[in-house]
């Protein structure tokens, strides 16, 4: 297969990638969901992450399949101590989270309001329990210290935002906030993507030349109480905490 033909082979499986998640979102959403919600089960909150999960896990093996993509996972067996812990990620692209929930099955997540107002996927974040980005804060703590309670791990991206290329990555602090009012520790997960592409300034359409490769690299546990032990108030804390997560993430993608 050429160059171009390749290249608008992708365009068209790309296209054809957003519409089939979009379509099943609304498909799940009037029919399995409901039926879930009505089924009986000790934690429908936990059977409806893990069938999230799965979902996930089939669309990438699609776009995988479809040649739109390509995705390799490093030190995967750190994934198997995720439970109870903050997973945080730099957000270099559109589909991290879909990547994310895809190699963890039980897991929540932290999502921005506007796609509570979605029809492809309101049902299903709210079936699966995500917490909503904007709620009060004491709500937010609250709604992710039952996940953590029930060994469910929690998904944040520190950044708030997808980065945009040739910016610096700017860490908010409501990581830090999560982890020290919930007494969590990090499970770091760093995402390449080579070449760029579906970053903040890029429509979907706006695919590179060659395939790009996601990678996933799974670090050690970060112990937050650790991090800002000499501080003596929580603001200092969560800002000790806060350039402890910058600093490494931009040591592992090499930045200046």
Request: glycine residues 4%; proline residues 5%; charged residues 20%.
């Amino acid at each position: 297969m050429s160059k171009q033909v390749g290249y608008y082979w992708r365009l068209v499986m790309t296209a054809f990638s957003f519409f089939s998640f979009g379509a099943l979102g609304v498909l799940f959403s009037i029919t399995l969901f409901p039926l879930l919600y009505i089924l009986p089960s000790k934690d429908k909150t936990a059977r409806n992450q893990l069938v999230v999960h799965f979902i996930f896990k089939s669309f990438v093996k699609m776009m995988q399949f479809l040649g739109v993509l390509s995705v390799s996972v490093s030190n995967r067996e750190k994934l198997k101590h995720s439970a109870g812990k903050l997973v945080i990620a730099n957000h270099p692209s559109l589909i991290d989270v879909v990547l994310l929930i895809a190699h963890l099955p039980e897991t929540s997540c932290i999502v921005k309001q506007s796609l509570w107002r979605n029809p492809c996927m309101s049902m299903i974040i709210s079936a699966a329990g995500y917490i909503k980005n904007g709620a009060e804060p004491e709500l937010v703590l609250s709604a992710c210290q039952r996940s953590f309670a029930k060994g469910a791990s929690l998904i944040i991206f520190p950044e708030g935002t997808r980065t945009t290329p040739g910016e610096d990555l700017n860490m908010q602090r409501g990581a830090a906030n999560i982890a020290l009012r919930c007494a969590v520790d990090f499970l770091p997960v760093t995402i390449r993507v080579s070449p760029t592409t579906l970053t903040k300034s890029e429509p979907w359409y706006s695919i590179p030349a060659q395939k790009p490769h996601f990678s996933l690299d799974i670090g050690d546990t970060i112990f937050a109480q650790d991090v800002c032990e000499d501080e003596n108030s929580d603001s200092r804390k969560a800002r000790a905490l806060t350039r402890y997560l910058q600093q490494h993430f931009y040591k592992e993608l090499n930045c200046q």
